[in-house]
Every structure is written in structure tokens, then in C-alpha cells.
């Protein structure tokens, strides 16, 4: 089936843009997750979605960065006024959170963001 | 809080060596234990996984222990390949209200020369 899909794979801004990702989880996952890879970071949690709960946006570093997520489905990454420091890849990851288990994370290929 | 530690790298070694990645994490309660892969041009997979102390997480050749008096789950393969160069994460889930929310190692490359 369908995995986790991201859209752009890549997008270049000008400094002071704002910008949005769009991350489209696996049917039927109802956890929806964001990280942050860049270099001098590593990969870093940005904000967690469970289905109609509000999300834990604990890892957002900030107030520039929002998320939503639609219908319990889709989500959008929204980045106000990018600056360079914000280059880096934005990964999306899904989970179906349930039965008892600890179940794997699915994680797209990533939306690659450079800032000029 | 909770912190994950990976020994740095780049790691360079011939095919069928043996391989030692360092992982070590600070974490309240009880974490479970993830080690991932990012193959080149590919997205992050799960290489393995541990939920509980002593457990060990196994695939394609590869093991870990969960070590908790240690805190440690050092990611092992007796054989490396070329098709196994890679990066590689170490991660926790620490649980409770933060439950499914990961935290990374720094990764650490790896490159099997034939």
C-alpha cells in the first residue's frame, strides 16, 4: 500500500517567505508526527498530532512554525518569515496508535528546505 | 530530559567485519529502544526494536540489547556488507504523555568498502 508521502520533495525561499509542507499519512494512522533534520541539529521532534486531541507542540522552536493537521488526515507544516537557519529536512512520520502494541513510525521522504 | 548519545562517527570498515555502534541514553521511566537506518536517497526505516530491559531487537544481522543497567543498546553485526553502508540512529520513546514521540542519537555514517 501507499506510504507516507511529502510534498515538495524540495523547496528553495528567499529569506523573510513564508512557506508551507504537506505531509499525507498512511490510511488509517492516527498519529501524525514532524521532525526536523538539519546538520548541526541532527533530527529533532517538532510536533505530535493523535487523532482529534490537541497536539503536543513541545519540540517547535518558534512562534514562526505552526502545524495543523485536516480531518484527522493530512497535515501542514506552516514556516513564517523563514530564515536560514530553518534549512534543513522536514520529515512527516504516521503510526497506527492502538491495540495495546508499540507500533512503528512510517516516516516519508521528506520535504528538503533551503532558505537564501 | 531525555537524551539519546551516539559514538561519533564516520565509521569505515571492509565487508565482513564486525561492527559496534555505541548508544547510550538518559531517560526517566522506561524507554523503549529503536535503532533506524537512512540509506542513500531513502527515507528513515526501523532496523530494530526493544520495549523492555534485557529484550533484544534483531534484523537483517544486525542485534541490540536493552541494557538498562547500562543504559546502553549498542547496535552489533557480525558481518557487514556493502549493501549495509548507511546512516544509523539510535532513539527513545520515552513514554507516558510523550508516547511515540522519538528522541534521536546524532546518527552515525557507515561505510563498507569491499
Known amino acids: 500500500g501507499a506510504g507516507v508521502s511529502q510534498s515538495p520533495s524540495n523547496k528553495v525561499t528567499e529569506k523573510g517567505k513564508d512557506v508551507e509542507l504537506r505531509c499525507d499519512p498512511i490510511s488509517g494512522h492516527t498519529a501524525l508526527y514532524w521532525y526536523r533534520q538539519s546538520l548541526g541539529q541532527g533530527l529533532e521532534f517538532l510536533i505530535y498530532?493523535?487523532?482529534?486531541?490537541?497536539?503536543?507542540k513541545s519540540g517547535l522552536p518558534s512562534d514562526r512554525f505552526s502545524a495543523e493537521r485536516t480531518g484527522g488526515s493530512v497535515s501542514t507544516l506552516t514556516i513564517q518569515r523563514t530564515q536560514q537557519e530553518d534549512s534543513a529536512v522536514y520529515l512527516c512520520a504516521s503510526r497506527f496508535q492502538g491495540g495495546g502494541v508499540h507500533n512503528e513510525q512510517f516516516f516519508g521522504p521528506g520535504t528538503r528546505l533551503t532558505v537564501l | 530530559g531525555d537524551s539519546v548519545t551516539q559514538m561519533e562517527g564516520p565509521v569505515t570498515l571492509s565487508e565482513e567485519a564486525f561492527l559496534t555502534i555505541n548508544c547510550t541514553y538518559t531517560?526517566?521511566?522506561?524507554?523503549?529502544l529503536f535503532w533506524y537506518v537512512q540509506y542513500p536517497g531513502e527515507g528513515l526505516q526501523l532496523l530494530l526494536k526493544a520495549t523492555k530491559a534485557d529484550d533484544k531487537g534483531s534484523n537483517k544481522g544486525f542485534e541490540a540489547t536493552y541494557r538498562k543497567e547500562t543504559t546502553s543498546f549498542h547496535l552489533e553485526k557480525g558481518s557487514v556488507q556493502v549493501s549495509d553502508s548507511a546512516v544509523y540512529f539510535c532513539?527513545?520513546?520515552?513514554?507516558?504523555?510523550?508516547?511515540?514521540?522519538?528522541?534521536f542519537g546524532q546518527g552515525t555514517i557507515l561505510t563498507v568498502h569491499p
Open positions: 532513539a527513545l520513546d520515552a513514554g507516558g504523555t510523550s508516547y511515540g514521540k522519538l528522541t
Open positions: 531517560a526517566t521511566g522506561y524507554p523503549s
Open positions: 498530532f493523535q487523532g482529534n486531541s490537541a497536539p503536543d
